[in-house]
C-alpha cells in the first residue's frame, strides 16, 4: 500500500510545505512503521515557476520513496523535464496528467512516446472531473497498455462525480494485465464528490485477486473522527457534481454553488451559464461574481 500527502507552500493546510517538513512529522510522530511500512510519496502541483533546485536529493531523507506529479496538458513538456530532474535525485515519479480525456489520440500518443523515454515509476490516467464512462477509460488504457513500456506502471486516479469511480476501478482492475496503481481513500474521502473507497476496493481485492488486506483496520479508520469531518466537510455523490461532469467543468465550481444553499435547480442555471474558457480551470473571483450577480437580480 502507497500512502500519499501533498507537497505545497500554501499555508494554513494540511499540505507540507517541503519535504524536510514532510519528514519531520514522521519523526516526531514515529511514523516511520519499521522495515515493511508502506511507500511514502508526496504529491506536487507542476507549475511553470516551479524549481527542483531547492529539493535535496532523495538520499537526504529517511521516508520518503517518491513523488506524483501532476501538470496540466499545456505544461506536459515543461513538467516532463521536472520529472527528470526529480528522477536523477533518486526519487520514484508518478506523472499524472490532469483532465487526461482532454487529450486527442495524437497528443497522448506524443505524451507516452516522451515518457517512455524518461521512463517514470508510473503514468496515470487522471479523471479529474470524473467524467468518464467505461469506453472511455478502456479506449485510455488501451493506449497506455499498447505504446507505455513494461516497466512502467499505469495507475488511475479517479473522481466520483458521475458516480462511477469504483466501478472504472474494478474495470481496470480487470482489464490490467500488468502492474496497475489504484488511488483511493478511506471512506472515499476527496474534493468534491471524493475518490474511490479504500475500503471497498481493498474487500474487492481480497475477494477477486486473492490479496490479504486487513479490512478490519481500514474500517476502524472510517469511524471518528473522520466522520465528524465528513458531517461538516461534507464530500460524496450528488446530483450538482454530476451536472458539473456534464459540463466538464472544474468541481471547485460545484463544492463553492453547493455551499450557497442554492436549489439543484440554481446550481445547474449557474453552472451552465459558466463560459467555456473559465471551465477547466477554478476562478474564485469570477464565480462569486457570478454567484453576486444572480442574487442581486433574484432578491
Known amino acids: 500500500m502507497w500512502l500519499f500527502g501533498f507537497f505545497s507552500k500554501k499555508k494554513d493546510t494540511t499540505r507540507f510545505s517541503s519535504i ?3 519528514e519531520k512529522l514522521l519523526y516526531e510522530n514515529n511514523l516511520s512503521m519499521g522495515k515493511n511500512r508502506s ?3 508526496l504529491m506536487l502541483d507542476f507549475s511553470r515557476n516551479l524549481t527542483t533546485n531547492n529539493i535535496l536529493n532523495k538520499n537526504n531523507f529517511k521516508y520518503i520513496d517518491g513523488i506524483r506529479l501532476t501538470f496540466h496538458k499545456h505544461d506536459y513538456k515543461f ?3 521536472c520529472a527528470i530532474d526529480l528522477i536523477k535525485k533518486g526519487y520514484l515519479v508518478c506523472l499524472q496528467p490532469m483532465i487526461t480525456d482532454m487529450y486527442s489520440e495524437k497528443e497522448l500518443l506524443e ?10 515509476h508510473a503514468l496515470y490516467i487522471v479523471d479529474s472531473f470524473g467524467v ?3 469506453l472511455q477509460l478502456k479506449k485510455i488504457y488501451g493506449y497506455y497498455s499498447k505504446h507505455l513500456i513494461p516497466d512502467i506502471k499505469i495507475g488511475a486516479h479517479l473522481h466520483n462525480n458521475k458516480g462511477q469511480a ?21 471512506n472515499g474521502m476527496g474534493r468534491g464528490a471524493g475518490n ?8 474487492y481485492l481480497n475477494n477477486t485477486k486473492e490479496y490479504n488486506y486487513n479490512i478490519s483496520d481500514i474500517l476502524n479508520l472510517c469511524e471518528s473522527p473522520l466522520f465528524q469531518i465528513s458531517e461538516s466537510n461534507y464530500w460524496g455523490y450528488r446530483t450538482e457534481y454530476l451536472i458539473g461532469a456534464l459540463i466538464h467543468c472544474h468541481p471547485n465550481y460545484v463544492s463553492f454553488l453547493c455551499s450557497k444553499n442554492l436549489t439543484v435547480g440554481e446550481v445547474s442555471y449557474l453552472l451552465l451559464g459558466l463560459p467555456k474558457e473559465h471551465l477547466d480551470k477554478f476562478d474564485i473571483i469570477y464565480i462569486k461574481s457570478l454567484y453576486y450577480q444572480y442574487m442581486k437580480e433574484k432578491n
Open 39 to 41: 511507500k511514502l510519496y
Open 132 to 134: 468518464m464512462n467505461e
Open 20 to 22: 524536510e517538513a514532510f
Open 196 to 203: 474511490v473507497n479504500t475500503e471497498i476496493i481493498i474487500d
Open 111 to 120: 505524451l507516452i512516446d516522451s515518457i517512455n523515454i524518461i521512463k517514470p
Open 166 to 186: 469504483l466501478h472504472n476501478a474494478f474495470v481496470l482492475c480487470e482489464e490490467s494485465r500488468r502492474d496497475i496503481i489504484i488511488d483511493s481513500t478511506i
Open 79 to 81: 513538467a516532463l523535464q
